[in-house]
C-alpha cells in the first residue's frame, strides 16, 4: 500500500468508526455488530502505527465512545472507567494467559472468570452503607449524574446488608434490562408504533436517561456487579472482594468462577458459549482477570486497557429450527409480508417462532422449501432473522415456498411496487386490515393520542360498524360503546374522553395520524411546518411538492394522489368539521425570524446544546436552508464534534467556513452573518 492509498483509507476509516461511535454511543443506534466494530478499529490501529505520518489526535483510537448528555450533571470519575482488549476466539484468549504467566515469571496465579453482561456501565459510590452517587461510564474519563434514577432499580441497594464494607469504596457494573422487560417494552412501542429498541442494551442506555424517575421505574431495570474499587478493602484480591460484595447485598453474578488453570479457562469459555441463551439477561462475551491485586499491579496497563484482563466476545446466537408454514400478513399500507412460522427454539433470552421473511426476493435467494430446517439468527437483534438453510435435512419431495399473488385477507391481486421488492394490496378502502391499521395508527400516542383504541378495539369497531373510516371516531357515542363485548363503562368513557382532547394535536401529527404513504413522523413534521395548513397542501401540484425542503417526487405523488382521493378528500373534512387541528398554531405560524436568510447552511457532526433536527429547525426559522452536502453554493458549514475528514477537506479545498457551535449561537444571538 503506497503512503497517499494508506492515507486516503485511514481517513475513510476514520470517518466511518466516527459515525459509528455516534450511532453507538449517542443516538443508540448501531449499524454493525460489536465485532464489525471492533474489526475497524484494529484495521485503523495498525495502519496509524505503519504510517506514524499521519497521527491525529482526534482518530477514533485515540479516545474511547461517550454517552454523555447534556440533560445530566457531568461527574469526574475518581478512577477512569477504561476498555477491555476484546478477543473472538479461544486461541487469542490462551495467547493473553500465556503472555500474563510469562510477565508473571512462573509465579503461581488464578483467573476470575466472568460473564460480560451488555448492558450500560455504571460505577455506584458507598459512604457510611450508603448510596451516594451513580455516574455513568461516559467517556471513560467523566459521566452523567444519575442517581435519581439508578435509585429506582430495585436490585441495587440503597443501604447495605451489615458487613464489613469500607466507609467509602466504588462499584463497577452493567444496569440491564431482562429479555422478557425488553420484549414487553417493544411490543409496546410497536403497538404504538414507535421506534423500536434494537436491543436489550440500548433500551437500557435509553432508559436511564430517562427525565422522570417515575417513568425509569415502571421499565423494571435490573443490574449484576463486577468490580470493587477503594482503599480499604477487606481482600487483596478481585473474588473475595466480589463474594464480600455479594453479602452486602449486591447482585454478583453466580456466573463468577475461580479457574487455576488454562485447560479450567477453556472449559469456561465453552461451557457459556453453549449455555448463555438460558441467561434471562444479555450477554456478549466473557471476561478474564487475573485475581491478585499485587499481580495486578505488576502487569499493569497500555494505553487503552489493563494487561490483566480481557474480553472474549461470543458470536451472535444462532439455531437450527424447522419451519412449520409461512404467513402471509397484509400491514396498514397494503404491503404483504412473508413470515416463517417455527417450531419453538431458544435464543439470547427468549422462545422464538417467528420470524420475518421480508419480501419475495429474500425467499428466492434463500431458496426455503415447504418444511426445511433454517437457520435463525438473533444477535441482540429486534426481530429474528433467517440466515440460511440446512438442505441436508431437506425432504427431497418438499414444495417451494410461493409468494401469493391475491392478498391473503381480501382476495385482492397483488401489485409489484416499481423498483421495490414488496406486493401491496391495491384495495385500500375496502380490505380489512389496511382499514383496521389505520384506525389503530390514527389513535395511537405519537398520533393522535386516543387512549384505549389498539389494535383490538380498532377491529371491534370495524366489525360492529362503528368505526370505517377515521372521521368515524368523531361520531361515537359513549353509549354505542358501552353496549360492546369487552368494553365496559370506564373504558367507553376514557375512549370518548380521548378523542376530544385529540382536537387538540397539533397538524403536524395529525398529517402523520392520516396515513399518507411514504410519509412517516419526520417527514409529516416538515411538510406540515412548510405547507402551514392543510388547505394549502390540498391546492399544490406535485411540481410544487417537489420543491419542499425534503421532499422528493416520489412522496411529492404519494401526497398529491392522497389528497385528491374522495375517500380522503371526505374524511378531512369531516376530520376538519369535528374541530381537528388542519394548521400549525399561531406560534409556529408566526413570521420566521431573518438572521440566516438566503444563507445555505451544512450541519455535520455532534452537538452539545441542541439535536441536528433542533438546529435545522433553528436555521429555518431564521430564514436559511439546510442541505446535505457540501457545495461552492455553501455559505458555512456548523461544524459539531467527529465532523468528518472527507467534509472537512471539501470545506478547504471549495474555501467554505466552518463555525463552531458556539459560534453559531452567538452569530444568532447577534443577528450579523
Same mark, same amino acid.
Given at each position: 500500500?503506497?503512503s497517499q492509498?494508506?492515507?486516503?483509507?485511514?481517513?475513510?476509516?476514520?470517518?466511518?468508526?466516527?459515525?459509528?461511535n455516534?450511532?453507538?454511543y449517542?443516538?443508540?443506534?448501531?449499524?454493525?455488530?460489536?465485532?464489525? #466494530?471492533?474489526f475497524?478499529?484494529k484495521?485503523?490501529?495498525?495502519l496509524?502505527?505503519?504510517?506514524?505520518?499521519?497521527?491525529?489526535?482526534?482518530s477514533?483510537t485515540?479516545?474511547?465512545?461517550s454517552?454523555l448528555?447534556?440533560?445530566?450533571e457531568h461527574i469526574v470519575?475518581?478512577?477512569?472507567?477504561?476498555?477491555l482488549?476484546?478477543?473472538?476466539s479461544i486461541?487469542?484468549?490462551?495467547?493473553w494467559?500465556?503472555?500474563?504467566?510469562?510477565?508473571?515469571e512462573?509465579?503461581d496465579f488464578?483467573?476470575v472468570?466472568?460473564?460480560k453482561?451488555?448492558?450500560?456501565s455504571?460505577s455506584?459510590?458507598?459512604?457510611n452503607?450508603?448510596?451516594?452517587?451513580a455516574?455513568?461510564?461516559?467517556?471513560?474519563?467523566q459521566?452523567?449524574d444519575?442517581?435519581?434514577n439508578?435509585?429506582?432499580?430495585?436490585?441495587?441497594?440503597?443501604?447495605?446488608?451489615?458487613?464489613?464494607?469500607?466507609?467509602?469504596?466504588?462499584?463497577?457494573g452493567?444496569?440491564?434490562?431482562?429479555?422478557?422487560? #425488553?420484549e414487553?417494552?417493544?411490543?409496546?412501542?410497536?403497538?404504538?408504533? =414507535?421506534?423500536?429498541?434494537?436491543n436489550?442494551?440500548?433500551a437500557?442506555?435509553?432508559?436511564?436517561?430517562?427525565?422522570?424517575?417515575?417513568?425509569?421505574?415502571?421499565? &423494571?431495570?435490573?443490574a449484576?456487579?463486577?468490580?470493587?474499587?477503594?482503599?480499604?478493602l477487606? #481482600?487483596?484480591?478481585?473474588?473475595?472482594?466480589m463474594?464480600?460484595?455479594?453479602s452486602?447485598?449486591?447482585?454478583v453474578?453466580?456466573?463468577?468462577?475461580?479457574?487455576?488453570t488454562?485447560e479450567?479457562v477453556?472449559?469456561?469459555?465453552?461451557?457459556?458459549?453453549?449455555?448463555?441463551? =438460558?441467561?434471562?439477561?444479555? *450477554?456478549?462475551g466473557?471476561?478474564f482477570?487475573? /485475581?491478585?491485586?499485587?499481580?495486578?499491579?505488576?502487569l499493569?496497563?497500555?494505553a487503552?486497557?489493563?494487561?490483566w484482563?480481557?474480553a472474549?466476545?461470543?458470536n451472535?446466537?444462532?439455531?437450527?429450527?424447522?419451519?412449520?408454514?409461512?404467513?402471509?400478513?397484509? $400491514?396498514?399500507?397494503?404491503?404483504?409480508t412473508?413470515?416463517? /412460522?417455527?417450531?419453538?427454539?431458544?435464543?439470547?433470552?427468549?422462545?422464538?417462532?417467528?420470524?420475518?421473511? &421480508?419480501?419475495?426476493?429474500i425467499?428466492?435467494e434463500?431458496?426455503?422449501?415447504?418444511?426445511?430446517?433454517?437457520?435463525?439468527?438473533?444477535?441482540?437483534?429486534?426481530?429474528p432473522?433467517?440466515?440460511?438453510v440446512?438442505?441436508?435435512?431437506?425432504?427431497?419431495?418438499? =414444495?417451494?415456498?410461493?409468494?401469493?399473488?391475491?392478498?391473503?385477507?381480501c382476495?385482492?391481486k397483488l401489485?409489484r411496487?416499481?423498483g421495490?421488492?414488496?406486493w401491496?394490496?391495491?384495495?385500500?378502502?375496502?380490505?380489512?386490515?389496511?382499514?383496521?391499521?389505520k384506525?389503530e395508527?390514527?389513535?395511537?400516542?405519537?398520533?393522535?393520542?386516543?387512549d384505549?383504541i $389498539?389494535?383490538? *378495539?380498532?377491529e371491534?369497531?370495524?366489525?360492529?360498524?362503528?368505526?370505517?373510516?377515521?372521521?368515524d371516531?368523531?361520531e361515537?357515542?359513549?353509549?354505542?360503546?358501552?353496549?360492546?363485548?369487552r368494553?365496559?363503562?370506564?373504558?367507553?368513557?376514557?375512549?370518548?374522553?380521548?378523542?376530544e382532547?385529540?382536537?387538540?394535536?397539533?397538524?403536524?401529527?395529525?398529517?402523520y395520524?392520516?396515513?399518507?404513504?411514504?410519509?412517516?413522523?419526520?417527514?409529516?413534521?416538515?411538510?406540515?411546518?412548510?405547507?402551514?395548513?392543510? =388547505? /394549502?397542501?390540498q391546492k399544490?401540484?406535485?411540481?410544487?411538492?417537489?420543491?419542499?425542503?425534503?421532499?422528493?417526487?416520489?412522496v411529492?405523488?404519494?401526497?398529491y394522489d392522497f389528497?385528491?382521493?374522495?375517500?380522503n378528500e371526505?374524511?378531512?373534512?369531516?376530520?376538519?368539521?369535528?374541530?381537528?387541528?388542519?394548521?400549525?398554531?399561531?406560534?409556529?405560524?408566526?413570521?420566521?425570524?431573518?438572521?440566516?436568510?438566503?444563507?445555505?447552511?451544512?450541519?455535520s457532526?455532534t452537538?452539545? &446544546?441542541?439535536?441536528?433536527d433542533?438546529?435545522?429547525?433553528i436555521i429555518?426559522?431564521e430564514? $436559511?436552508?439546510?442541505?446535505?452536502?457540501?457545495s461552492k453554493?455553501?455559505?458555512?458549514?456548523?461544524a459539531?464534534e467527529?465532523?468528518g475528514?472527507?467534509?472537512?477537506e471539501?470545506?478547504?479545498?471549495?474555501?467554505?467556513?466552518?463555525i463552531?457551535?458556539?459560534?453559531?449561537l452567538?452569530?444568532?444571538?447577534?443577528?450579523?452573518?
Amino acid at each position: 500500500m503506497t503512503s497517499q492509498e494508506a492515507k486516503q483509507k485511514i481517513e475513510q476509516l476514520r470517518s466511518d468508526l466516527h459515525r459509528h461511535n455516534n450511532n453507538y454511543y449517542v443516538l443508540n443506534s448501531p449499524e454493525i455488530s460489536d465485532k464489525e #466494530f471492533d474489526f475497524l478499529m484494529k484495521e485503523l490501529e495498525q495502519l496509524e502505527e505503519q504510517f506514524p505520518e499521519y497521527f491525529d489526535p482526534l482518530s477514533p483510537t485515540q479516545r474511547v465512545g461517550s454517552d454523555l448528555s447534556k440533560d445530566f450533571e457531568h461527574i469526574v470519575h475518581e478512577r477512569p472507567m477504561m476498555s477491555l482488549s476484546n478477543s473472538y476466539s479461544i486461541q487469542e484468549v490462551d495467547e493473553w494467559f500465556n503472555r500474563d504467566k510469562k510477565a508473571l515469571e512462573g509465579e503461581d496465579f488464578s483467573v476470575v472468570g466472568e460473564m460480560k453482561f451488555d448492558g450500560v456501565s455504571i460505577s455506584l459510590t458507598y459512604r457510611n452503607g450508603r448510596l451516594e452517587k451513580a455516574v455513568t461510564r461516559g467517556d471513560g474519563t467523566q459521566g452523567d449524574d444519575v442517581t435519581a434514577n439508578v435509585k429506582t432499580i430495585r436490585s441495587i441497594p440503597l443501604e447495605l446488608q451489615p458487613g464489613d464494607w469500607p466507609e467509602y469504596f466504588e462499584i463497577r457494573g452493567e444496569i440491564l434490562m431482562p429479555w422478557k422487560v #425488553f420484549e414487553t417494552l417493544n411490543a409496546e412501542r410497536a403497538y404504538n408504533e =414507535e421506534p423500536l429498541f434494537a436491543n436489550p442494551r440500548n433500551a437500557a442506555s435509553g432508559t436511564l436517561k430517562m427525565r422522570k424517575s417515575s417513568e425509569v421505574a415502571k421499565r &423494571h431495570l435490573d443490574a449484576r456487579f463486577y468490580y470493587l474499587l477503594g482503599d480499604n478493602l477487606p #481482600f487483596d484480591n478481585h473474588y473475595d472482594n466480589m463474594l464480600a460484595a455479594r453479602s452486602w447485598g449486591f447482585k454478583v453474578s453466580t456466573a463468577m468462577k475461580l479457574l487455576n488453570t488454562l485447560e479450567e479457562v477453556d472449559e469456561y469459555i465453552n461451557y457459556w458459549d453453549e449455555h448463555r441463551k =438460558e441467561l434471562p439477561v444479555a *450477554t456478549d462475551g466473557l471476561v478474564f482477570k487475573i /485475581n491478585s491485586f499485587r499481580q495486578q499491579l505488576n502487569l499493569g496497563y497500555t494505553a487503552k486497557s489493563p494487561r490483566w484482563a480481557i474480553a472474549y466476545k461470543f458470536n451472535p446466537e444462532n439455531a437450527c429450527t424447522q419451519l412449520r408454514f409461512v404467513s402471509f400478513e397484509t $400491514g396498514r399500507m397494503g404491503i404483504v409480508t412473508p413470515v416463517a /412460522n417455527l417450531e419453538p427454539v431458544l435464543l439470547s433470552g427468549t422462545i422464538v417462532k417467528r420470524a420475518s421473511l &421480508h419480501n419475495d426476493d429474500i425467499i428466492q435467494e434463500l431458496d426455503i422449501h415447504q418444511g426445511d430446517w433454517l437457520y435463525v439468527e438473533k444477535g441482540g437483534e429486534i426481530i429474528p432473522k433467517i440466515t440460511g438453510v440446512d438442505e441436508s435435512q431437506r425432504n427431497p419431495e418438499a =414444495e417451494k415456498i410461493h409468494f401469493v399473488t391475491e392478498c391473503p385477507v381480501c382476495g385482492t391481486k397483488l401489485v409489484r411496487i416499481f423498483g421495490e421488492a414488496a406486493w401491496w394490496c391495491p384495495n385500500r378502502y375496502g380490505c380489512r386490515p389496511q382499514i383496521t391499521g389505520k384506525i389503530e395508527h390514527f389513535c395511537a400516542r405519537r398520533m393522535m393520542n386516543i387512549d384505549g383504541i $389498539g389494535e383490538e *378495539t380498532a377491529e371491534l369497531l370495524f366489525d360492529c360498524g362503528l368505526v370505517e373510516r377515521i372521521a368515524d371516531l368523531y361520531e361515537l357515542k359513549q353509549e354505542q360503546l358501552e353496549a360492546l363485548e369487552r368494553i365496559g363503562k370506564k373504558t367507553a368513557a376514557k375512549i370518548i374522553e380521548g378523542i376530544e382532547e385529540s382536537k387538540k394535536v397539533p397538524f403536524e401529527r395529525v398529517v402523520y395520524a392520516l396515513s399518507i404513504p411514504n410519509v412517516g413522523e419526520t417527514t409529516a413534521k416538515r411538510l406540515a411546518l412548510q405547507v402551514k395548513t392543510m =388547505e /394549502n397542501m390540498q391546492k399544490m401540484s406535485v411540481e410544487e411538492l417537489t420543491a419542499l425542503q425534503d421532499i422528493g417526487p416520489v412522496v411529492a405523488k404519494c401526497i398529491y394522489d392522497f389528497l385528491r382521493d374522495p375517500v380522503n378528500e371526505n374524511n378531512i373534512s369531516r376530520l376538519k368539521a369535528a374541530g381537528v387541528q388542519m394548521q400549525l398554531s399561531e406560534d409556529k405560524l408566526a413570521p420566521a425570524g431573518d438572521k440566516l436568510l438566503g444563507k445555505t447552511i451544512v450541519i455535520s457532526g455532534t452537538f452539545t &446544546h441542541h439535536s441536528r433536527d433542533e438546529y435545522k429547525e433553528i436555521i429555518e426559522k431564521e430564514g $436559511g436552508k439546510n442541505t446535505g452536502s457540501i457545495s461552492k453554493s455553501t455559505s458555512f458549514v456548523l461544524a459539531g464534534e467527529n465532523m468528518g475528514p472527507a467534509k472537512k477537506e471539501k470545506c478547504e479545498k471549495l474555501g467554505i467556513p466552518m463555525i463552531t457551535e458556539s459560534q453559531f449561537l452567538l452569530l444568532l444571538e447577534a443577528g450579523d452573518s
